[in-house]
């Protein structure tokens, strides 16, 4: 039965596993989708178009994949390729889940992926899992190396967790109540023009270069509280994203769609010790990885210790025909000129 009125791709393959602990359960399922006749069928047929699985049931609710060869009319696409999981059920809870999606040549071997993260889907959210943006000359060189079959795999690897009893929790939402109304602050930070009021004892728990700052020997020494700071090196907007993982433990809903902005948030992350938050940057950049900007995402991985990030730029360069064309760009000339030689040939280190 296909899932709305687009066309069907192919039949999935779905693995279940159940783990149960307690009031809750855990159920994991594995869909593979097989794309074929990427050039020759789904190249063309417009923005908003899309092939996609079967719907297949994992934790007691409807799901499907789907897949635009074209881009799916918003924006943020830019002119690529997008696959994403949609939630099909009609609960009137968000469901908790953990997605992740990637594309397989035919070998098996990845080539672009979206990390599992802590999600809540909802019947309203019509691509409520992780988008995973693909560029049009990769899915090109999959499609080549697909041979007869002129294709390739999109994998959805889904965990939806059932809980029996108990609500959802409300604490990153109080949590975040408290960050923007200051309610019981005790330290402002001055940001550009800007000052922002926090908790320190938060702080403290979530960053150990805040805890250092505002607890450490130098605080104890004079015997006093650390109520205000400078900080420098940091954009306010880029401060006020960071303040807003710290107290909820996710990514402001506009983070993904400012590659810069998410290019700032990874310095800053690592610079104050956040590494989930580091983590969570490299997954966003690594979607959007072009021919435009490889060299520089790749220039940022390797000074800041990004491996994840650094590996999904060295795949990239390694598909036929992408190489070359990155070697004539303006950025690995400027690159080459100025900075070591780029790793190419060592593997993924």
Same mark, same amino acid.
């Given at each position: ?31 593979? /989708? ?74 098996? *071997? ?20 992780? #988008? ?39 604490? #990153? ?16 930070? +001055? ?14 728990? +979530?960053?150990?270069?805040? *805890?250092?700052?505002?607890?450490? #020997? ?52 690592? +610079? ?50 992408? /190489? ?16 070591? #030689? ?8």
């Amino acid at each position: 039965m296909a899932a709305n009125n687009s066309s069907t791709a192919a039949g999935g393959h779905l693995t279940q596993i159940c783990r149960s602990l307690h009031t809750t359960e855990d159920v994991t399922a594995t869909l593979d /989708l097989e794309v074929a006749g990427y050039s020759t069928r789904l190249v063309g047929m417009g923005a908003g178009e899309s092939v996609g699985s079967e719907t297949f049931s994992v934790g007691g609710h409807d799901w499907d994949i789907r897949f635009f060869p074209d881009g799916d009319g918003h924006d943020d696409c830019a002119g690529r390729a997008v696959t994403y999981l949609r939630y099909l059920g009609q609960s009137k809870e968000k469901i908790r889940a953990w997605s992740a999606m990637s594309v397989l040549a035919k070998d098996g *071997r990845p080539v672009a992926s979206v990390e599992a993260r802590e999600l809540f889907f909802a019947p309203d959210d019509m691509n409520g899992g992780d #988008p995973l943006f693909l560029s049009k000359s990769m899915l090109k060189s999959l499609s080549e190396l697909g041979g007869d079959d002129d294709g390739f795999t999109i994998r959805c690897v889904l965990t939806v967790r059932t809980v029996s009893g108990g609500p959802p929790t409300e604490l #990153p939402g109080q949590l975040e109540r408290v960050l923007s109304e200051g309610t019981g602050a005790d330290v402002t930070f +001055r940001v550009g023009g800007r000052k922002f009021r926090a908790h320190r004892a938060l702080l403290a728990a +979530r960053s150990p270069v805040f *805890r250092a700052q505002l607890f450490g #020997p130098a605080v104890e020494e004079k015997k006093g509280v650390r109520r205000r700071v400078k900080v420098v090196g940091v954009e306010p907007a880029v401060f006020q994203m960071m303040l807003h993982y710290i107290y909820t433990d996710s990514l402001p809903p506009c983070a993904g769609d400012d590659e810069v902005a998410v290019q700032h948030l990874l310095v800053a992350a690592d +610079r104050y010790g956040l590494d989930r938050l580091k983590l969570m940057c490299e997954e966003e950049l690594s979607k959007r990885i072009e021919v435009d900007n490889i060299v520089s995402t790749f220039a940022l991985a390797k000074r800041h210790h990004c491996k994840r990030l650094k590996d999904a730029c060295l795949m990239f360069m390694t598909l036929p025909d992408v /190489l070359d064309v990155v070697l004539e760009t303006d950025g690995f000339k400027a690159h080459f000129m100025t900075c070591q #030689p780029m790793d190419l040939e060592g593997g993924c280190k």
